[in-house]
């Protein structure tokens, strides 16, 4: 094991659990318990929990909160109702992403919650700082003090109820919000997640993590690692950070660009977007069904015509649906459903199908 990891508040209940554990944006990280065919099953077909306390809550707060988190996000927060969350990105001057996130409106006047990647906690900390001057704003990273749970699968909902007894985040709707006090300590829980199904997080001190998580486990809840969080997101067609999105890497070419708002006052990154929709992209992110059982890494080639035309980001044999898929970000006019391509897989070659990106689509609604 590497020196000088971090440990989440739930690390001992990991290790306890047998947990394999591995280095992770630089925490001693549960990448599975059983196996992560397991893991990906339960949360597809009932429920699993993950520690995802290492990911980082940065809090904006003062009188010009949103026009500075508007200046730094590529959504619109203007006039965001209380409670509700939205995704978006950082971008930075060239329109490349310095990581995507999500944002909470608080239920305080002019305060905002920003939660992103564990792997860029120090930069997107130091961005913001660097990007705050001329706003009257306080921005604060409490990483350290909150610790997170993922409750995901098409059974969420039920143990949220039945177990954690929180009746009333049962009503929220997707990408909303609440806070409440449990057993006398503040929570705030969302109807969000990383998996394509339904679920919940919660956000609250470490000693309420752990309470939640020994409920939920008791309850019968399938304790679940990192290695099925990636298997689960990537069937969703979900973006991981350093994959599918990069400091290089324009919203608009991984198919994001619905989460960067044109239309708003200016904000870091919107020029060389703008310019670059009206250019038209020269590559974009897609998905490639294979032929064969083969599975394709990230930084594989994708040839075309005996040309590379693209490299894949990430790439799995699909648990859920039984077939060899990855995403990869192809030159156009490759990127056209249908084509066919060719992937160098070791010093082999196999060939697939553009698709979309989007593998399995859960029929939840709320």
């Known amino acids: 094991m590497e020196e000088n990891l971090l440990k989440t508040c739930l690390y001992d209940r990991h290790i306890a659990l047998g947990a394999q554990m591995s280095p992770f944006a630089g925490y001693d990280m549960p990448i599975q318990y059983t196996s992560i065919i397991d893991e990906h099953n339960a949360v597809r077909n009932a429920a699993g929990i993950f520690d995802v306390s290492h990911m980082g809550e940065i809090f904006v707060s003062g009188p010009d909160a949103e026009k500075y988190v508007n200046y730094v996000f590529s959504n619109d927060i203007s006039g965001m109702p209380d409670g509700k969350v939205l995704y978006g990105m950082l971008l930075n001057p060239q329109g490349g992403v310095v990581d995507d996130l999500l944002v909470y409106k608080e239920f305080e006047p002019d305060r905002y919650l920003l939660v992103v990647n564990a792997a ?35 059974r969420s909902e039920e143990f949220l109820v039945g177990a954690l007894h929180l009746d009333a985040a049962a009503a929220l709707s997707f990408y909303s919000y609440c806070e409440m006090q449990w057993k006398g ?3 705030i829980v969302s109807r969000t997640g990383y998996t394509g199904e339904d679920g919940f997080e919660f956000y609250a001190a470490e000693d309420a993590i752990r309470d939640i998580w020994d409920v939920l486990a008791e309850a019968g809840v399938t304790a679940c690692g990192l290695g099925c969080r990636d298997t689960l997101r990537f069937e969703a067609g979900l973006p991981l950070y350093g994959h599918e999105l990069a400091d290089d890497v324009s919203p608009l070419e991984a198919g994001l660009g619905m989460f960067v708002k044109l239309d708003k006052n200016d904000f870091i990154g919107k020029a060389p977007v703008a310019q670059l929709k009206e250019a038209g992209v020269r590559r974009r992110l897609v998905g490639i069904e294979l032929d064969a059982n083969a599975v394709a890494r990230a930084g594989y080639a994708v040839a075309a015509d005996g040309v590379q035309v693209g490299t894949v980001t990430t790439g799995y044999h699909s648990i859920t649906l039984d077939r060899s898929i990855c995403m990869a970000m192809l030159d156009r006019p490759y990127t056209e459903l249908g084509t066919r391509v060719d992937i160098h897989i070791r010093k082999k070659t196999f060939s697939g199908t553009v698709c979309r990106k989007r593998f399995y689509a859960t029929h939840y609604k709320k």
């Open 120 to 154: 860029n906690i120090a930069k997107d900390f130091g961005w913001l700082l660097a990007n705050a001057e001329g706003f009257d704003v306080t921005v604060r990273n409490e990483s350290d003090v909150w610790g997170q749970i993922a409750l995901q699968g098409p």
């Open 185 to 187: 300590r503040r929570l």
